[in-house]
């Protein structure tokens, strides 16, 4: 079905947030719910505090220079997507209120919802979308997620434009935005790669006239969105709290304080148990404690499964000769023993990793065979391609994930097993990325998973990308990803990305070594918590309810 419009699903929505919100609404003639009575409810939210955790820290609070995705826990407060996404995989409306795709698949019109405003009382109209995203996609702008708008006509190879004019995006009117592609697409890769990461910035705060000045700006210090909660004050790397935005146009919070804080995975458990947290917003609860958090009275828990991956990186760069040789990279695969991390270390809370795609992804191969775990002719293979095991390799791990740190424990027993010594350095996340993208590692340990669009891991085999951080040269994985995204139909679209399965299995860039579920909890104090949908950053919080 070449149109799809959201139309009554969008209508409804507005109409029965409107009814409830806490703020005084009025009806807009341009809205969907032209016609419905306002809400005349103005008790403003419960002045009670909710604290969500998160295992590791944001680095800045702007979404588009972060370097992981700990800050879209902290911009899905603040700033507004275009869109949500259900742990399915559905797209629900958020900023725009319905949308369309054209006829030749070119192009996608989303019609905003008119009661969207920003923080500072401002309108948030079509003007605010198109700034956004010549700003997000120009050379001039420092972004983290740059590769999320290749799709967009104007832009090159990577998601950047010299000239923003160029840039395929018009406000049609004050509330309707056109945005071209240069190739046909599938409209749930425009929805999950653009749209989900299209964080709309304030026009009226931020257009300088320079889009070089957006990153420098003192505006990130006290951010102003349109989002459900407003920036109060933070300290770096530790809390941020924020407090609700009454005017907030899908309805007011039902309480008045949100606290954002980066809590270590091992202390999660006490946390939860002694009030001092809410809910685990991001991160799992150890599963030493997982019995523990499941007997527990005052608290839900639910065993979530992800859509994320973790997976070992090889130094690639053409200086490292170590791992070039793909039988080289087969023999590590062979040698790592991935099911005993699924059994000791989540007693099954997941599953064996072949691929970036969990077996319950819709566009996942299941004609995928992988490697067996199988040291002996591991080790045969390693003798006969001539690998050097006199050195000592150095595999580097980032801090806050305890079954990541605990699984490089037995990738380096493993590699012992068959000859290989193995050094483990830890580091935080930050340092950690900037020590890969600068060659400066042997072998490394990380995780992704973001969308559930099935070219999501592009940007990890995309030659020249910040996330290659195998440092791939060769384009060939690259390649078969873009011959997916160049097709709107799901069956060509399904034969593609089976054939780029295939080709990480038979080359293996990278090592894929699990998919673990997220073990999750919150406080019976808290009700209608969306907690599946986590995986995608999708909080929702303004729909939760305190008991």
Same mark, same amino acid.
């Given at each position: 079905?070449?149109? *799809?419009?959201?139309?009554?699903?969008s209508a409804l929505l507005v109409m029965s947030l409107?009814?409830?919100? +806490?703020?005084? !609404?009025? @009806? $807009?003639?341009?809205?969907?719910?032209?016609?419905?009575?306002? /809400?005349?409810q103005t008790s403003g939210p419960k002045d009670e505090v909710v604290t969500m955790a998160i295992i590791s820290t944001w680095n800045t609070l702007n979404i588009y220079n972060t370097s992981g $995705?700990?800050?879209? +826990?902290?911009?899905?407060?603040?700033? %507004?997507?275009?869109? /949500? +996404?259900?742990? &399915?995989? %559905?797209?629900?409306? *958020?900023?725009? %209120? !319905?949308?369309?795709?054209? #006829? &030749? =698949?070119?192009?996608?019109?989303?019609?905003? $919802?008119? =009661?969207?405003?920003?923080q500072d009382g401002q309108p948030l109209t079509a003007d605010d979308v198109v700034f956004t995203l010549k700003a997000v996609t120009n050379e001039k702008m420092d972004n983290y997620y740059r590769s999320k708008f290749v799709d967009v006509a104007g832009t090159d190879d990577n998601g950047m434009s010299v000239n923003a004019d160029d840039v395929q995006v018009e406000a049609l009117d004050e509330h309707t935005v056109k945005i071209g592609f240069k190739t046909p697409k599938d409209e749930g890769t425009i929805l999950s790669q653009l749209c989900s990461f299209l964080y709309i910035l304030p026009k009226h705060l931020l257009d300088t006239g320079d889009y070089a000045d957006i990153n420098t700006s003192d505006f990130w210090s006290a951010p102003v969105g349109a989002g459900p909660f407003k920036y109060v004050r933070d300290t770096a790397g530790e809390e941020l709290e924020l407090t609700a935005n009454e005017d907030y146009y899908l309805? +007011?919070? @039902?309480? !008045?304080?949100?606290?954002?804080?980066?809590?270590?995975?091992?202390?999660?458990?006490?946390g939860l148990l002694n009030g001092d947290i809410d809910v685990v917003g991001a991160g799992s609860i150890p599963l030493a404690d997982w019995e523990t958090v499941k007997s527990s009275d005052s608290l839900n828990a639910q065993s979530v499964e992800s859509y994320s991956y973790q997976y070992m990186e090889f130094n690639l760069s053409e200086g490292n000769a170590a791992f070039q040789d793909r039988n080289v990279r087969i023999a590590f695969d062979k040698a790592i023993n991935k099911q005993l991390m699924v059994d000791q270390l989540m007693a099954g809370e997941g599953q064996v990793a072949v691929g970036p795609m969990p077996k319950y992804h819709p566009y996942y191969n299941s004609a995928l065979v992988g490697n067996t775990y199988?040291? @002996?002719?591991?080790?045969?293979?390693?003798?006969?391609?001539?690998? &050097?095991? /006199? *050195?000592?390799? *150095?595999?580097?791990?980032?801090?806050? $994930?305890?079954?990541? #740190?605990?699984?490089?424990?037995?990738?380096?027993?493993?590699?012992? @097993?068959?000859?290989?010594?193995? !050094?483990?350095?830890?580091? &935080?996340?930050?340092?950690l990325l900037e020590m890969m993208r600068n060659g400066d590692f042997d072998l490394g340990l990380l995780g992704g998973g973001s969308n559930i669009d099935p070219s999501e891991s592009a940007v990890i085999v995309k030659p020249g990308s910040a996330q290659n951080y195998s440092l791939l040269t060769d384009s060939k994985w690259y390649d078969l990803v873009s011959k997916g995204n160049s097709l709107a139909d799901y069956a060509g679209r399904k034969e593609a990305f089976d054939a780029y399965q295939q080709a990480l299995v038979d080359d293996q860039p990278y090592i894929w070594l699990y998919h673990q579920n997220d073990l999750r909890a919150y406080s019976k104090r808290i009700t209608q918590i969306p907690l599946e949908d986590f995986i995608w950053y999708n909080y929702e919080v303004w729909t939760w309810k305190l008991a």
């Open positions: 079905m070449k149109k *799809r419009i959201h139309a009554l699903l409107l009814l409830s919100g +806490c703020g005084q !609404k009025t @009806d $807009n003639p341009g809205s969907a719910t032209s016609g419905a009575s306002s /809400s005349t $995705n700990y800050g879209h +826990c902290v911009a899905d407060q603040m700033f %507004e997507r275009m869109v /949500s +996404c259900t742990h &399915d995989g %559905e797209y629900l409306p *958020r900023l725009a %209120e !319905k949308w369309e795709m054209s #006829e &030749d =698949n070119t192009s996608m019109t989303f019609y905003l $919802n008119p =009661n969207a405003k920003w309805g +007011c919070p @039902d309480f !008045k304080t949100f606290v954002i804080k980066v809590v270590p995975a091992a202390s999660l458990t006490a199988d040291p @002996d002719a591991a080790k045969q293979m390693l003798e006969t391609a001539g690998f &050097d095991f /006199s *050195r000592t390799y *150095r595999l580097i791990v980032p801090q806050g $994930n305890q079954v990541r #740190e605990q699984s490089a424990l037995i990738i380096q027993q493993n590699l012992k @097993d068959i000859g290989i010594d193995v !050094k483990i350095e830890t580091y &935080d996340f930050a340092t």
